[in-house]
């Protein structure tokens, strides 16, 4: 079992920078590829950015390509995501996840999932 909880939301302006964090409980952290995904009201889930289990493959929406890199500390059970550039778009609530699967995009192969942190860039 792997108990996540994210932090790091806020406000902030159109073209400023967040770093979400997650920390992850359990002693299999570093077992798990890791994801973001992220939701607004009456859509999706959609994936957001994803790290394998240590750290050497990584892999992006394109949305998210050339602005957020993700990251993890498996000594500290920790998975990070830094956003720049942030657009209006960005605005959601931001969810990281935890997968035994093969770099999985999709959120149903996600087992473990956090509270969620919410994202909010104004214009």
């Known amino acids: 079992q792997v108990q996540l909880v994210e932090s790091g939301g806020g406000l902030v302006q159109a073209g400023g920078s967040l770093r979400l964090s997650c920390a992850g409980s359990?002693?299999?952290?570093?077992?798990?590829?890791m994801g973001w995904f992220r939701q607004t009201p009456g859509k999706e889930r959609e994936f957001v950015a994803l790290i394998s289990w240590s750290g050497g493959s990584t892999h992006y929406a394109d949305s998210a390509k050339g602005r957020f890199t993700i990251s993890r500390d498996n000594a500290k059970n920790m998975v990070s995501l830094q956003m720049n550039s942030l657009k209006p778009e960005d605005t959601a609530v931001y969810y990281c996840a935890a997968s035994l699967g093969i770099l999985p995009q999709s959120k149903t192969a996600y087992s473990y999932w956090g509270q969620g942190t919410q994202v909010t860039v104004s214009s």
């Open positions: 359990g002693r299999t952290f570093s077992s798990y590829t």
